[in-house]
């Protein structure tokens, strides 16, 4: 993060908004430059099996399990950050009998509902995530898969507790190609002079070749990463 508002201080184009942040600084070349660089700084963190997994997922190979999965870890990571639902999440799956199947969880449903409370005390949250399990069952794996594919996000947001920018978040989890704009990317939007974290990650796929998904999760990180820097200086 560092690095791209250093760039944008030095560019003789630039001009600032009300916030003090550098606008209209990078281009295109540049910016796929410095994504390079983040993408780098992401693998030596110890983070190049989330690359990985995001390259590989595909709509085409969705299953009940990461379905579910997938709902229930955005559903809890909205408003919360991702260290504290990914410490959970492995107990969070055990009480949800791990994803194995929605019919399964609806038989046991109640001491689901409540292992799942000792361990993430929301109850709108898990309350969300046994509807989503009840739609689930109620139509089917396929049924969602082909709804995902014709009606994508518009569906996507039909299910309980999901938002705009989450049904984004689940879309792309489950290998739609799309970019989830939330604050960190938007941010990078804005320093590097793009209208949208979209716009900016269609520029560096166009120059680099990485899939939207997988920019998105680079940029991400090292935004996480450049964060929790900072944080460590104080």
């Known amino acids: 993060m560092d690095q791209i508002k250093e760039a944008s201080r030095h560019d003789k184009n630039h001009m600032v908004n009300n916030y003090g942040l550098v606008l209209g600084s990078l281009t295109p070349r540049q910016l796929a430059s410095l994504y390079l660089t983040a993408k780098e700084c992401v693998i030596d963190a110890g983070f190049a099996n989330e690359i990985d997994w995001q390259d590989d997922v595909s709509l085409n190979d969705l299953d009940e399990p990461t379905f579910l999965s997938e709902s229930a870890w955005v559903v809890l990571a909205s408003g919360f950050r991702e260290t504290v639902v990914r410490r959970r999440f492995a107990d969070i799956s055990s009480a949800f009998l791990h994803w194995v199947s929605a019919d399964l969880i609806i038989t046991h449903r109640e001491t689901c509902r409540s292992q799942a409370l000792l361990i993430f005390r929301n109850q709108r949250k898990i309350n969300a995530i046994l509807k989503i399990v009840e739609r689930v069952a109620e139509v089917g794996i396929e049924v969602i898969r082909r709804q995902i594919l014709n009606r994508g996000i518009e569906f996507l947001r039909e299910f309980p507790f999901i938002g705009p920018i989450t049904a984004l978040h689940l879309a792309k989890n489950l290998g739609v190609p799309v970019v989830k704009p939330d604050r960190h990317l938007t941010r ?41 820097e900072e944080r460590q200086k104080f």
């Open 188 to 228: 990078m939007a804005v320093w590097t002079g793009y209208e949208s974290p979209d716009r900016m990650c269609q520029t560096i796929s166009e120059y680099v070749g990485d899939s939207l998904a997988v920019i998105d999760v680079v940029m991400w990180r090292y935004a996480t990463l450049s964060n929790r």
